[in-house]
């Protein structure tokens, strides 16, 4: 099955810094990376999304790529505030079987003022 | 908005109680799964259900049990509870085809006594 590595399991930065959590995947059939957000207390949110059709997608602050031949994928934040602050979790869907997510086991980014 | 609501966001119950989690989706959507999330251990699969009546075991399904009588419903089971259960548990859901995009509950945290 798929197994989705994803690192820093912390990362520390100052306001207004940039923040980038890697994750690779071992599933080549796996073609859809979305990346979730979860405040404290609360379930996770997803924030963004990138399909095997697609190396890059940004959205406002926030970026994601995709390498397929390295299979790893990468969530780039830019300009973090604190509010940014919470666990990101990674997760990659193959394209056979039930297609289920697996996810990888979370960043805490804290963004200090 | 896609609203995914499960039935208490804290429980404590004693070892060797029956315990159910309830979790109801409003978007219609085909799969429902439920995932349980412990620290260091990101958020593994216990059981998804791809339709009614329909059920498929995860990746820690031992210990655990589900229902879904009605589309729109999804239930996780502990048929006996033991304190190695006490976890935070997530409930999503997603459509099919052309829309992979998952939703999650606000989570339950359970606490096994």
């Known amino acids: 099955g798929e197994n989705v590595e994803q690192h820093p399991s912390t990362l520390s930065v100052q306001e207004g810094d940039s923040a980038v959590i890697k994750c690779t995947y071992s599933d080549s059939a796996s073609n859809y990376f979305p990346w979730y957000k979860q405040e404290l207390g609360k379930g996770p949110q997803l924030i963004i999304d990138?399909?095997?059709?697609?190396g890059e997608k940004k959205d406002q602050r926030i970026a994601v790529t995709l390498n397929k031949t390295a299979k790893h994928f990468s969530l780039h934040i830019t300009e973090t505030q604190p509010e940014d602050s919470a666990v990101y979790f990674c997760?990659?869907?193959?394209?056979?079987?039930?297609?289920?997510?697996?996810f990888g086991k979370g960043t805490m980014l804290l963004v200090s003022p | 908005d896609v609203k995914v609501t499960q039935s208490s966001r804290y429980l404590v119950k004693r070892t060797g109680e029956k315990v159910f989690l309830e979790c109801v989706q409003d978007m219609d959507h085909e799969n429902m799964f439920w995932y349980r999330q412990d620290p260091g251990l990101g958020l593994r699969l216990i059981y998804f259900?791809?339709?009614?009546?329909?059920?498929e075991k995860g990746d820690i399904p031992e210990g655990y049990s589900v229902s879904r009588e009605k589309k729109e419903r999804f239930s996780l089971i502990l048929e006996s509870a033991s304190t190695n259960q006490t976890s935070m548990y997530l409930c999503?859901?997603?459509?099919?085809?052309?829309?992979?995009?998952?939703?999650f509950g606000q989570g339950t945290r359970l606490t096994v006594v």
């Open positions: 997760a990659a869907m193959s394209s056979s079987g039930y297609s289920t997510l697996t």
């Open positions: 259900s791809y339709d009614v009546k329909m059920k």
């Open positions: 990138i399909r095997s059709n697609v």
């Open positions: 999503a859901s997603r459509g099919t085809g052309k829309r992979p995009e998952a939703f």
